[in-house]
């Protein structure tokens, strides 16, 4: 048999569910993986090792009860399977530090609702990953712990804010991992790292962390590294029920899609106040797409969509609404990021109206921008307009780790904010239409996988599009 972290994510359940493994041994070679790993990746700040290994125990305990004669649905679906929860997502009895040093560092007393729903599903936790402060931005560097870095590249940052998890999923640390995505954040990091990141249409799953979010932008998402493996996970954070549903995720991939229709577009709502030119390497990535899907049998066509140029201040209006909330001691402020602390102060200078106005032009966004895509079948872009940033990139810093005390953080947070735009400018409005979408990694700036750096595809379908996205991207070799 291949390494254990060799495996996909569909075959160490199958190997878990027959008994080829167990819960320990998967758990331990992952373990290990991240012990020789880490110092230099990033990807983990809390390790979990002892309550992962206990609950390995309890997995291999119940499939030792189980019948011999068993059937896939007399284990859980994702029986015995090591994950890690990005450090935004409550999981009891360990620190949710939400990347921020300003914040006193306690465990949380339950688990959180993405938790809760693969814990049901079997999942054992192996720790948690590296984020963005309170998850705004599109890198995950922080105050608290070392940068999350590419794993292809490690002077390179693996994105934001689920940047931990897509760097462990990559580097083989997890066979896969659940992310949650408010403005790209499962998406990103996806086309940062090379994987398959699925988000979700607005309310099929668990929002994963949602206070403060009234735009109703966040919803959970996997990284994986194939369409299967993203759809076994969905399979979990949709079905919760005792029994498996006649027609998952994972067995609608057996069929291929019909033809379709895909309108290609490089127009984006943040061009009005952030004009950007996509890098060559984006847009070989787009051609690469187009080419894979052509050859599939599907029919491509340029398209323009028109956005409305007020929807960078509405949507950073909502975007930012949280973070102004947040119960931080007046004392602690001042350990804040730049970019939070600038954020935060705005957020709290804004009126109840001026945000309630925000919101109402948001939905109203929505159905013009959901007007205009139902034209097509799917709407393809660019994952990315530029190739991974190298880590410091963002924030001005010429040190390189991301990893310094704030005094030494450079203080543009509105440079900071507009090279993310530029860097990701077709992600957030998909979390404002509240529509699916999938980043594929069809490109590597080395020219074949695992050679340079990897770029992708982002497809976005209309509302209830999960098992078509997935398809698609399992069709044309993910």
């Not at 399992?474 to 993910?478: R, V």
């Given at each position: 048999?291949?390494?254990?972290?060799?495996?996909?994510?569909?075959?160490?359940?199958?190997?878990?569910?027959?008994?080829?493994?167990?819960?320990?041994?998967?758990?331990?070679?992952?373990?290990?993986?991240?012990?020789?790993?880490?110092?230099?990746?990033?990807?983990?700040?809390?390790?979990?090792?002892?309550?992962?290994?206990?609950?390995?125990?309890?997995?291999?305990?119940?499939?030792?009860?189980?019948?011999?004669?068993?059937?896939?649905?007399?284990l859980p679906l994702l029986h015995g399977m090591p994950v890690a929860f990005k450090d935004l997502t409550d999981v009891a009895g360990v620190v949710t530090t939400h990347g921020s040093a300003a914040l006193e560092h306690k465990?949380?007393?339950?688990?959180?609702?993405?938790?809760?729903?693969?814990?049901?599903?079997?999942?054992?936790?192996?720790?948690?990953?590296?984020?963005?402060?309170?998850?705004?931005?599109?890198?995950?560097?922080?105050?608290?712990?070392?940068?999350?870095?590419?794993?292809?590249?490690?002077?390179?940052?693996?994105?934001?804010?689920?940047?931990?998890?897509?760097?462990?999923?990559?580097?083989?640390?997890?066979?896969?991992?659940?992310?949650?995505?408010?403005?790209?954040?499962?998406?990103?990091?996806?086309?940062?790292?090379?994987?398959?990141?699925?988000?979700?249409?607005?309310?099929?799953?668990?929002?994963?962390?949602?206070?403060?979010?009234?735009?109703?932008?966040?919803?959970?998402?996997?990284?994986?590294?194939?369409?299967?493996?993203?759809?076994?996970?969905?399979?979990?954070?949709?079905?919760?029920?005792?029994?498996?549903?006649?027609?998952?995720?994972?067995?609608?991939?057996?069929?291929?899609?019909?033809?379709?229709?895909?309108?290609?577009t490089l127009d984006s709502p943040w061009q009005a106040i952030f004009p950007f030119t996509p890098d060559a390497e984006a847009i070989d990535a787009l051609n690469a797409g187009i080419r894979l899907l052509e050859a599939a049998?599907?029919?491509?066509?340029?398209?323009?969509?028109?956005?409305?140029?007020?929807?960078?201040?509405?949507?950073?209006?909502?975007?930012?609404?949280?973070?102004?909330?947040?119960?931080?001691?007046?004392?602690?402020?001042?350990?804040?990021?730049?970019?939070?602390?600038?954020?935060?102060?705005?957020?709290?200078?804004?009126?109840?109206?001026?945000?309630?106005?925000?919101?109402?032009?948001?939905?109203?966004?929505?159905?013009?921008?959901?007007?205009?895509?139902?034209?097509?079948?799917?709407?393809?872009?660019?994952?990315?307009?530029?190739?991974?940033?190298?880590?410091?990139?963002?924030?001005?810093?010429?040190?390189?780790?991301?990893?310094?005390?704030?005094?030494?953080?450079?203080?543009?947070?509105?440079?900071?904010?507009?090279?993310?735009?530029?860097?990701?400018?077709?992600?957030?409005?998909?979390?404002?239409?509240?529509?699916?979408?999938?980043?594929?990694?069809v490109h590597w700036t080395g020219g074949s996988p695992g050679a340079g750096l990897p770029m992708g595809i982002q497809l976005v379908g209309p509302s209830g599009s999960e098992a078509l996205l997935l398809q698609v991207a399992?069709?044309?070799?993910?």
């Open positions: 048999m291949a390494e254990i972290h060799e495996l996909s994510a569909v075959g160490l359940r199958d190997a878990l569910h027959s008994g080829k493994l167990s819960a320990r041994e998967a758990t331990e070679h992952f373990l290990a993986r991240i012990h020789a790993r880490n110092p230099g990746l990033g990807a983990f700040i809390t390790v979990t090792a002892e309550q992962a290994l206990a609950d390995a125990a309890r997995a291999d305990a119940l499939y030792a009860r189980s019948p011999r004669s068993r059937s896939p649905e007399e465990p949380a007393p339950v688990d959180g609702a993405l938790a809760a729903v693969l814990k049901k599903a079997g999942v054992v936790s192996l720790g948690k990953t590296q984020v963005p402060e309170f998850g705004l931005t599109a890198y995950s560097e922080n105050l608290i712990a070392p940068p999350s870095r590419n794993p292809h590249a490690l002077s390179r940052s693996s994105g934001g804010s689920s940047g931990g998890s897509a760097a462990a999923v990559a580097a083989g640390l997890v066979p896969f991992a659940p992310g949650s995505d408010g403005g790209g954040s499962v998406r990103i990091p996806a086309a940062a790292c090379g994987l398959v990141g699925l988000k979700p249409g607005r309310g099929l799953v668990p929002a994963g962390e949602s206070t403060g979010d009234p735009a109703r932008l966040v919803v959970a998402g996997p990284l994986t590294r194939s369409a299967e493996d993203a759809a076994l996970m969905l399979d979990a954070l949709v079905a919760a029920p005792a029994t498996l549903p006649s027609t998952t995720y994972v067995s609608s991939l057996a069929a291929p899609p019909r033809r379709l229709r895909i309108g290609v049998g599907h029919t491509t066509a340029e398209t323009e969509v028109r956005y409305d140029n007020r929807y960078p201040d509405a949507f950073t209006t909502a975007w930012t609404a949280g973070v102004g909330n947040a119960r931080i001691a007046p004392q602690r402020e001042a350990l804040l990021t730049p970019l939070t602390r600038t954020f935060r102060r705005r957020a709290q200078q804004r009126s109840v109206s001026k945000l309630n106005e925000a919101l109402g032009f948001l939905r109203q966004f929505e159905r013009d921008t959901i007007a205009q895509y139902a034209a097509w079948d799917l709407i393809l872009m660019p994952a990315l307009a530029q190739a991974p940033r190298p880590v410091g990139w963002f924030t001005g810093s010429s040190h390189g780790d991301g990893y310094w005390p704030a005094a030494e953080w450079a203080g543009d947070a509105d440079g900071d904010y507009r090279k993310q735009c530029e860097y990701a400018p077709w992600s957030s409005m998909v979390n404002v239409c509240g529509l699916p979408a999938i980043s594929i990694p399992a069709q044309i070799g993910f």
